[in-house]
């Protein structure tokens, strides 16, 4: 087997389970251990993957941009909506509830049923969706960002200060161990921490395709936020924060 395809092969394997042992490895390829620690070092340095005490583990992938809004709508639908209707059935009477921007979040709201509670938002679209829908809805002041429609900047976080939230459902970009939950903007981000520090207990809905990716911008720590998923991650991450997979 040519060093190429062992690579192919190698990078699969950690892209689907997280992790991987030399002598797992060695058995998947019908290669020596050395070969293995040979192409571990190489894939190492090119950044393709993190050397680990007796094997490997992925390496998170960086992003640096972000589509605008419209085009990930219809992204992981199935997944964001699942992620949402069962993040929409943790609000009760009484509740001072934010919702972040994000396309997912945004799924919640066809299936809130709870008037009893108060909405705050930085989604411009958010707040007009959840108004239309006859809830009471409070939309933070800021700066309007283009690119995701979201309140944000000094005066955005300046009007959060004042609120004590009870819950808050995040979206985020990517989620590692290392970084944490991230975003590319760093206004965007300041937003984030905002919400999340002003709230009792904060939630993140994300699609299993947002584990294992960073971002430049970090707004929370993977312990600060428990995630709401489709689908588990495999290896550490488990470990770091506590992840409910949302059954269909």
Do not use: W
């Not at 060093?3 to 389970?17: F, N, T």
């Not at 992925?58 to 909506?81: C, I, N, T, W, Y």
């Not at 590692?176 to 709230?199: M, Y």
Request: include cysteine; aromatic fraction near 8%; proline fraction near 2%.
């Amino acid at each position: 087997m040519l060093a190429q395809e062992r690579y192919q092969i190698i990078l699969e394997y950690l892209g689907s389970e997280g992790t991987a042992t030399v002598a797992r490895l060695s058995e998947l390829l019908g290669a020596s251990e050395a070969t293995v620690r040979r192409d571990l070092s190489a894939l190492a340095k090119e950044g393709r993957l993190k050397k680990v005490f007796g094997g490997a583990a992925s390496a998170p992938q960086m992003g640096l941009f972000e589509e605008h809004v419209s085009s990930r709508e219809a992204v992981m639908f199935r997944e964001k909506d699942l992620i949402a209707a069962y993040a929409a059935t943790m609000i009760q009477d009484g509740d001072f509830v934010y919702i972040d921007s994000g396309t997912t979040t945004a799924r919640m709201i066809p299936h809130l049923t709870n008037r009893r509670a108060t909405y705050i938002t930085n989604g411009v679209a958010h707040a007009y969706r959840l108004l239309r829908e006859g809830f009471t809805v409070y939309l933070i002041g800021g700066r309007l960002r283009p690119e995701t429609e979201a309140v944000v900047g000094t005066e955005a976080i300046r009007s959060l200060l004042k609120y004590n939230f009870t819950k808050a459902f995040m979206g985020t970009n990517g989620i590692t161990v290392d970084e944490g939950f991230s975003t590319p903007d760093v206004d965007e981000a300041g937003v984030k921490s905002a919400a999340i520090e002003r709230s009792f207990v904060s939630f993140v809905l994300a699609d299993h395709t947002k584990f294992n990716r960073a971002f430049p911008v970090t707004f929370a720590r993977v312990n600060a936020c428990c995630v709401l998923t489709d689908r588990l991650p495999k290896g550490k991450l488990n470990e770091s924060t506590i992840i409910k997979e949302v059954q269909a």
